[in-house]
Nanobody
């Protein structure tokens, strides 16, 4: 019943931007912390960013390689998680996955390719 559907990937030149979206259904979206992961060819899937909440305060986390370039956010009214990606680099090329943090629910992924 839990479903996560990513979208927004594509081909972009270095320095460009993309915004990924993940629409969740089948669960109480606002009740769960969320995460973005990515997997590049020949590499393990890695955590990219998380968004969690303590009471009314949201907290975000980013791996060092994307700090200052990526922004994770959510719109609970739309059951949607976002990843704004700016100043993209070739090493950002990967399939990006949406996930309920620390739970075995994943989207199918969306391809991001950064190339000139």
């Amino acid at each position: 019943q839990v479903q996560l559907v990513e979208s927004g990937g594509g081909l972009v030149k270095p320095g460009g931007s993309l915004r990924l979206s993940c629409v969740g259904s089948g669960f109480s979206f606002s009740s769960y912390a969320m995460a973005w992961h990515r997997q590049s060819p020949g590499k393990q899937r890695e955590l990219v960013a998380t968004i969690t909440r303590s009471n009314t305060t949201y907290h975000t986390y980013y791996i060092d390689s994307v700090k200052g370039r990526f922004t994770i956010s959510r719109d609970n009214a739309k059951n949607t998680l976002y990843l704004q990606m700016n100043n993209l680099k070739p090493e950002d090329t990967a399939v990006y996955y949406c996930r309920l943090l620390n739970r075995n629910y994943w989207g199918r992924g969306t391809q991001v390719t950064v190339s000139s």
